[in-house]
């Protein structure tokens, strides 16, 4: 059984940093992409940053040249780094691990950690 594992979230003020490490136990195989969500009250869950298994990575604009998503693949685990944090990023961040061949494929959430920025 696969569990995803978030942590490193809280309370931090405005211009502060936190970061959040999701590690991942189990069997995982043919892994594609690790990603971090998040969703904030009344809103939809959106797309923060991933990473491929290649190393490639992506980023919601308005997260861009704050965040940055790393990975440790002998740890099986993800890493998001977040500065100058902002009231805005307020929200639960959930990791996301995808992957997978042909028709075996998976797709793994974590529980999510709250992130509370105050201004």
């Known amino acids: 059984q696969v569990q995803l594992v978030e942590s490193g979230g809280g309370l931090v003020q405005a211009g502060g940093s936190l970061r959040l490490s999701c590690a991942a136990s189990?069997?995982?195989?043919?892994?594609?992409?690790m990603g971090w969500h998040r969703q904030a009250p009344g809103k939809q869950r959106e797309l923060v940053a991933r990473i491929t298994s290649g190393e490639s990575t992506n980023y919601a604009d308005s997260v861009k040249g704050r965040f940055t998503i790393s990975r440790d693949m002998a740890k099986n685990t993800v890493y998001l780094q977040m500065d100058s944090l902002k009231s805005e990023d307020t929200a639960v961040y959930y990791c996301?691990?995808?992957?997978?061949?042909?028709?075996?494929?998976?797709?793994?959430w974590g529980q999510g950690t709250q992130v509370t920025v105050s201004s």
């Open positions: 996301n691990w995808v992957g997978g061949t042909g028709a075996l494929y998976w797709d793994y």
């Open positions: 189990g069997s995982l195989f043919a892994i594609k992409t």
